[in-house]
């Protein structure tokens, strides 16, 4: 069940303000570490697969594997995440095709790299499905004697016989895309081949691309990303295709989409030029091929085609060109046609979220428009019905206060696929006929963990400037209140990134199930709210972020949930930077720290692999302004000696093309510098996700919570 609780809140409030006076690092008056890059003394880590740096890895990854592998625990562990990862009786992911077929990427012991397969509908609702192979990931790696992982497949509307696969070499972005014919099963001789390079590809007839690439020198953006849209004809090579439209090198990146009605019919060929990580400027392409700015506001997306119907998720306030005016989370819709013709055309407003709601998944069924609203963190299906004047809509009848996801819808009729999970309910699958508002349960997980006796509540933590934080706990219901409960706190906090609930079968059986509570947090700067609760800590103000964590935090401990012995903390990416900053200004509440592909030095952050991109979250440390509030938090910079941070476990992957692994290397050789213990595994394969394979995924799970075991349930704490 989930119960809501708040009566001890009145009595934290003294112990949940986290202003600088508060903070337990103690200032020091030594010169300011790593403020340039003549001045790092680890900048040679950054060299992604030189041979010091490469050899560096080496020999922390021979430390970290013998100690954590060396452990007892650490192949119980391992077999159960491998059984987990590689259960055959997980739900396969279904994907409508055009004439209602069923696609799914499946991955298992036996196919390690995966396999694209399809069944009809019929088939995929019975309990073995009959599935055939469209192309076998591993048997192609094989035998091309290459690294391959699947990165999807883009298919030319509405036949959806030729495809460009997109394929990474060891899990990189960066994908190599090659035409394949789903009919004949094989790759087409002779046809379109794009060498590795981020970007994408979008078909607008069987002998054209719409194509953002890296066509050599002068061609990237600052953030690494395509900074030119050409068209390719068949036969063309990259050069000799016509460029449509070029940015600005301190754009994110530029690329080319189309507007397909139901039947697969070209309605509009767009261009989006993204400017910062959350602006854009969205370009119509006409039919003699000059190239119109639309009237849609920065920060807003193109959400889907219904009935003619243009639907746009607006990010910010906006007085539209008709006089109009709209709030940031709305979901408006012109009729396209018309709308392309005078954008002073009306917009009709199909929903507006309240405060505590949130828009978090949106799709087109031929005839209905499906979305996942969330309220308080808890989620409901609504369908939308276009109308001249306004949009009615009706509720899904679905399993209540649960996660819930819209998944692939169909074109020709009104069926769409729902994901219903919580984190003790196994995930369901629901295919739901938007037309007539019935649901039938196709799929369910087995329980994959022992949750009887188990509960989750939902609490609020008061942040230092009063805003309530919401979070979870996952629980037995008689664990005692005295403090010493192994507690792992998981947070994430940016880039209007929602945690929601959801079933987690490696959470459940490598921690829960052993007597570990599970906590997630809801910060500032997720989506759990809509993009105001993102913009409440963006730039100047992701100090925000950080406080609405460390409140959870002291949440915890005020209520002897647990107690700083055994309190751990995970995240990666933003939310390895999230760890990172509540080790180095608030080490006195945990005992552990998983700190998965981190962002860490934040004063370079933006001069590293994608990293420019994220400006627009953090700030730019070349404007003195915005340095200033950026050095104040970034964990590199601030790690200091003498403070009681705990051994902590840092991983990285040497592919991963998003977030440079020189920010984990570098914080864990400045922590070693400073006389702490540090556990440091970098995985030579996998990409910013960290697991190429299924193998490696469970290696890395098992390392996480051997180590979580050996930091919060041990007496006294291993290193």
């Avoid at 994110?252 to 697969?264: K, P």
């Avoid at 506001?297 to 243009?310: H, Q, Y």
Wanted: with cysteine; aromatic share 8%.
């Amino acid at each position: 069940m989930i119960r809501s609780s708040a009566a001890v809140l009145a009595a934290l409030l003294a112990s949940t303000s986290l202003t600088s006076v508060s903070m337990a690092q103690t200032a020091s008056s030594a010169p300011a570490f790593a403020t340039s890059e003549a001045s790092d003394p680890y900048v040679w880590l950054e060299d992604v697969e030189g041979a010091r740096a490469m050899a560096w890895v080496k020999d922390h990854n021979t430390h970290s594997l013998g100690v954590l592998q060396g452990d007892p625990r650490y192949e119980p562990l391992h077999q159960q995440a491998l059984a987990i990862v590689q259960a055959r009786d997980r739900i396969p992911a279904p994907g409508f095709t055009h004439d209602g077929h069923i696609d799914n990427f499946w991955q298992d012991a036996q196919h390690v790299r995966g396999v694209w397969r399809r069944t009809t509908l019929d088939s995929y609702k019975t309990a073995e499905p009959q599935w055939e192979t469209v192309l076998d990931i591993d048997a192609l790696a094989e035998a091309e004697s290459a690294n391959w992982v699947y990165k999807g497949s883009t298919c030319l509307a509405p036949e959806e016989r030729y495809c460009l696969i997109s394929l990474s070499n060891g899990g990189k972005d960066a994908v190599t895309l090659r035409e394949f014919d789903s009919v004949t099963r094989s790759f087409v001789e002779g046809g379109f081949f794009l060498p590795e390079s981020k970007g994408g590809a979008t078909w607008l007839n069987k002998d054209t691309l719409l194509i953002s690439r890296d066509f050599g020198v002068g061609t990237l953006t600052n953030s690494g990303y395509p900074m030119i849209v050409k068209r390719m004809m068949r036969g063309q090579s990259l050069d000799q295709a016509d460029v449509l439209f070029m940015g600005e090198p301190t754009d994110v990146s530029v690329s080319g989409y189309t507007l397909r009605d139901a039947d697969g019919a070209l309605k509009a060929t767009l261009i989006n030029r993204s400017i910062d990580f959350y602006s854009s400027e969205t370009y119509r392409v006409t039919d003699d091929g000059a190239v119109v700015k639309l009237a849609l506001p920065a920060k807003s997306d193109i959400t889907g085609l219904v009935a003619g119907k243009l639907v746009v998720s607006l990010k910010q306030d906006w007085t539209a060109p008709s006089g109009q005016d709209f709030k940031s989370g709305d979901l408006i819709a012109w009729p396209l046609d018309a709308w392309l013709e005078d954008q002073a055309t009306p917009a009709v407003l199909v929903l507006r979220p309240t405060e505590r709601q949130a828009v978090e998944g949106v799709n087109a069924t031929r005839n209905t428009l499906v979305v996942a609203l969330y309220d308080n963190v808890r989620g409901s299906v609504r369908v939308y019905r276009p109308g001249d004047s306004e949009w009615t809509y009706s509720t899904l009848g679905l399993p209540q206060n649960v996660s819930v996801g819209v998944g692939s819808a169909s074109e020709t009729d009104d069926k769409v696929f729902v994901s219903v999970t919580g984190y003790l309910n196994p995930s369901s699958l629901w295919l739901a006929d938007a037309a007539t508002g019935a649901v039938d349960q196709v799929k369910s997980m087995p329980a994959k963990f022992d949750a009887t006796g188990m509960t989750v509540d939902q609490h609020e933590a008061r942040s230092a400037d009063g805003t309530m934080i919401p979070y979870f706990v996952v629980h037995k219901a008689d664990m005692p209140l005295d403090g010493s409960n192994p507690t792992l706190l998981y947070g994430y906090g940016g880039f209007e990134s929602s945690l929601l609930p959801g079933y987690s079968a490696t959470v459940g059986k490598l921690w829960l199930e052993r007597g570990g509570v599970y906590v997630i947090a809801n910060p500032r700067g997720g989506g759990e709210f809509g993009p105001r609760w993102h913009e409440a800590a963006l730039q100047q103000n992701r100090q925000r972020a950080h406080e609405d964590f460390q409140a959870v935090a002291l949440d915890l401990i005020a209520r002897d949930i647990t107690s700083q012995p055994k309190l751990g903390i995970m995240g990666g990416s933003q939310g390895g930077l999230f760890m990172g900053a509540m080790l180095t200004q608030r080490p006195d509440l945990i005992n552990a720290a998983v700190i998965q592909v981190p962002l860490f030095d934040m004063l370079r952050f933006h001069k590293l692999l994608a990293g420019a991109s994220w400006k627009g979250e953090y700030g730019d440390p070349d404007v003195p302004e915005e340095r200033a509030w950026i050095q104040a938090y970034s964990p590199y910079q601030n790690l200091r000696a003498g403070q009681p941070y705990p051994e902590v476990f840092i991983h990285t992957s040497t592919k991963d093309d998003r977030v440079h692994p020189g920010h984990a290397r570098k914080a864990a050789a400045r922590l070693e510098e400073l006389g702490y213990p540090v556990l440091f595994y970098e995985n030579t394969d996998g990409g910013h996700a960290a697991g190429a394979n299924l193998q490696e995924t469970a290696r890395r799970l098992a390392l996480e919570y051997t180590y979580l075991s050996r930091r919060l349930m041990d007496s006294p704490a291993k290193e």
